[in-house]
């Protein structure tokens, strides 16, 4: 659906869903009580503090519910780089040892096990983790595992199954974590079961505000809290919590889930649409990876011969909003480290496009990407050989 931006009356082709989903009307509904009227802290006592806490324990089942954990295992937290943050250091400081994840990993996972002296593991040309660089690195030593279930750049979904297997056979003291953030609109994450001890999920993915997401810590898991204080969340995440981006994730997680199978379906197809329309039309493109093995939602291609930057600024100006890689390295001059543990030459990283659709794709929009997209790379591509 072409959308209208706040601060314009022009309708916007957004396909940059993976960095932020617009908020869903329903998620809205449901925060804008506790942003009014419903302003209790929910650690006091009073009629409205117990308004508020209430509020919370709901969604708290909710969110349970839906990533098929317990109640008391969901840890509410200010999104997804604070729950990979915690996964992460808060294991390794309740139980020292060894971290290991793979080079693929959000830079919310990379940095802390990096920080933490911890193992990368590399992966494939398809940005999967290569098995038999993994298992040696197992053993009593490692205290957690990080592998995320789908990458934000190419949607590239890992077999956590196999690694989880892996792990319990050679490292059984670890605790497996898998980042979720991307994975949870187009999987069913409650389907992990008993496979992953933590997971992390952040709502602005999936239509609830930025700034909330969530932990699960399976209940035999040790971890030792980063924010110390006030002792919520069960002493694991001190700080008030942020009732109406609880409220609104509980919300948008719901529709979002009730809609998850007919949605896939129809993103996917829209999503082929695209890709096969491109591939057919733009010579030297090149998509990164087998579709069939990523999330129904992410289009990532790479282009010979242009640099991305130059390319979403002229798809911008045909008010189509997309990005070279993830959003937080966007504009940065090192091509992606996705790309580069996948062996994509500095050349072609440096002409990645991710167009990722979410739950207000149209038809429209892929027809606007399909009627710019073309000629756009051409013109480029153009003027680079008249400047040379
Ligand atoms: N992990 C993945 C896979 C992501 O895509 C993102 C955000 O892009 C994060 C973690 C960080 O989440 P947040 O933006 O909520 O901090």
Redesign the pocket.
Known sequence: MSRDTPDSDKAVHYLDH??STPVRPVALEAMLPYLTTQYGNPSGAHRLARTANKAIDESRELMADLLGAQPGEVVFTG????A?NLAVFGTLTARPGRAVCSAVE?H?VIEPVESLGGSVIPVDHDGRIRFEALEPLLDDDVSLVSI?LAN?ETGMIQSLDVIAGMVREHAPQALLHT?A??AFSWLDVADLGQVADLV?V?A??FGGP?GV?ALVVRNSAALAARAVGGGQERGRRSGTQNVAGIVAMAAAAQEMVNSRDVEVKRIRALRDRLLDGILCTVPGSLETGPRDLKTANIAHLCFEDIESESLLFLLEKADIYASAA???SSGAMEPSHVLAAMGLSRQLGFGSLRLSLGYTTSEADIDAVLAVLPDAVKRLRDSEENRG
């Open positions: 993976a960095a999104g997804g780089t604070e990979d959000h919310a995320m934000n980042d953030v991307q992390s952040s602005h993915k930025q997401g993830a959003s937080c």
